[in-house]
């Protein structure tokens, strides 16, 4: 996974943790955005399939990461990240 540096200023600022961003990345479903982008998130309907393939750990990093939401590129850098209120 590529990181711009914009995006790992945000994850500090933000608090996002690379557990929270792997398990987004592997686990989301993307949606595409303008300028060709991808925004990768986790959508309510396929929260309970999710959760019932994950270790106890990746469970408890899955809770914090239900609003979470992350922008990649076409070329697959991660831009940024942000949480959706």
Not at 51 to 79: E, M, P
């Amino acid at each position: 996974m590529r990181l711009s540096n914009h995006a790992i200023q945000r994850f500090r600022q933000r608090g996002f943790k690379a557990a929270h961003i792997n398990l987004i990345l592997l686990y989301g479903r993307c949606t595409k955005k303008r300028g060709h982008a991808q925004e990768v998130q986790f959508f309510q309907k396929d929260m309970p399939k999710i959760k019932s393939g994950l270790s106890v750990s990746d469970i408890q990093n899955f809770d914090k990461c239900k609003n979470k939401v992350v922008l990649i590129s076409n070329d697959g850098c991660v831009i940024t990240a942000y949480a959706k209120i």
